[in-house]
């Protein structure tokens, strides 16, 4: 596998009585095959969108013009869209490079936010993507019509189906409505398909694609997991299957969940796994609470909780395996200082690595329950395969949990109760 994920420091061997043993696997192992039997029948059925992604060709070709078109006509793209619309496309974008064109990313209803941007851009070298998987997503509708109105006070009508492109299901809802009255090209979002597991289809791959990202490369590696966690029997080597059967497990005693890369290119990918764990399986007064970390910042912010305070979190560390060719400082006169010198002599990924093996000693030596995924190198095909990684986790626990992972009853009252409200305030 291109990553490796250690459970060492999640078992009563290494952490004591806070851990679990391995006979607690037994539990699980029946329950394991089941799932996977499961997820076999319906990968040969293709009755799972999720499961067909990384076999796509079609889609990647659906999308080469529009993308050659904004890559050719604009130096900024403004991406608007909300949850699996939004941060699956923040997630790969950070392996860029490319410096136009720029991506602006939209997710929330803040007008400061939208303020700020349009002081920044120039309308007519800007194109728009509206993603809503519903067509119907309230925020994402009103961000639309900020940036339309933007638009349409600094250019005509007639240009609107040049700069605006459109992702939705191909049904009637809002935003189709808006897009057939400008004549704004849609691309279909699969109907199947939450938003949460969209990261490798089109609402993902065209923003990577924007920024020169080897869409391939990305499912490559996602495919490489799921034929992985499909064919893998043994549950110990199973990796995404291994790591739900330790959250199930763990999360009967930790109610919390934390996630912390130790790379700043991965900080979206932990708000975007957040989404994934929360809405996935918080159901029934079941699942974990998933929490956002960022390797070194949080360890002046969220360390000392984690080792001194409640016994209620399993941590995740994800890093580097290796150090990469960053090189030290080296310089000549200095003052004479014992860890001006030290660092004078390290480079900053040696620095990286070494607070990240610290706070895993640290942690294990404290007897806290912490988990451990590394890689060689953070590219496209290795992204791909950390976000197959954590949906297929996630299919797992939901199997075991006996929870439905691809809907979300919840939040749907509160959905009514705020178009109720903000219909009494324009009254």
């Not at 803040?110 to 997503?137: C, H, M, R, W, Y």
Request: hydrophobic content about 40%.
């Amino acid at each position: 596998m291109i990553y490796q994920q250690n459970l060492v420091g999640l078992f009563a061997e290494k952490i004591g009585e806070n851990g679990f043993k391995p006979t607690q696997l037994d539990l699980y192992r029946q329950k394991f095959l089941n799932a996977q039997e499961r997820f076999n029948q319906i990968f040969a059925d293709g009755s799972l969108p999720l499961f067909k992604l990384p076999y796509l060709r079609k889609d990647l070709l659906t999308l080469t013009p529009h993308v050659e078109r904004f890559q050719d006509d604009f130096t900024d793209v403004v991406i608007i869209g909300t949850g699996g619309s939004s941060l699956g496309g923040q997630t790969l974008r950070v392996l860029s490079e490319a410096r136009e064109p720029r991506l602006h990313f939209l997710d929330n209803v803040d007008p400061a936010t939208f303020e700020a941007l349009f002081k920044t851009i120039n309308s007519q070298q800007t194109g728009f993507v509206v993603i809503s998987k519903s067509g119907g997503t309230a925020e994402t509708l009103a961000g639309f019509l900020s940036c339309l109105n933007f638009w349409r006070q600094s250019a005509s009508d007639n240009a609107i189906s040049d700069h605006f492109l459109v992702i939705t299901e191909k049904k009637p809802s809002p935003l189709m409505r808006l897009a057939k009255k400008w004549s704004m090209p849609v691309i279909e979002h699969d109907p199947d398909l939450g938003g949460r597991f969209s990261v490798l289809s089109v609402v993902g791959m065209l923003p990577a694609m924007l920024v020169g990202i080897d869409p391939l490369a990305v499912r490559k590696g996602a495919q490489d997991v799921l034929e992985h966690a499909l064919k893998e029997r043994t549950l110990e080597e199973n990796l995404p299957a291994m790591g739900a059967v330790a959250a199930v497990i763990l999360g009967k005693r930790y109610p919390n969940s934390v996630l912390m890369p130790y790379v700043d290119r991965l900080a979206y990918f932990a708000k975007w796994y957040r989404q994934l764990w929360a809405e996935s399986l918080g159901k029934q007064g079941k699942g974990t609470t998933p929490l956002d970390a960022l390797g070194t910042v949080d360890q002046h912010s969220q360390l000392q909780l984690y080792l001194d305070g409640p016994l209620d979190k399993v941590i995740t560390l994800i890093g580097s395996e290796k150090n990469t060719d960053n090189q030290a400082p080296n310089m000549e006169g200095l003052p004479d200082d014992e860890l001006l010198s030290l660092l004078n002599r390290t480079s900053l990924s040696d620095l990286l690595r070494a607070e990240f093996e610290a706070t895993r000693d640290t942690l294990i030596q404290n007897r806290k329950p912490v988990r451990v995924i590394t890689y060689e190198t953070l590219n496209a095909e290795t992204l791909g395969a950390l976000l197959m990684h954590f949906m297929i986790e996630t299919l797992y626990a939901a199997e075991l949990l006996n929870v439905n992972p691809f809907d979300q009853p919840a939040v749907e009252q509160g959905k009514v109760l705020a178009r109720e409200y903000l219909a009494k305030s324009i009254e």
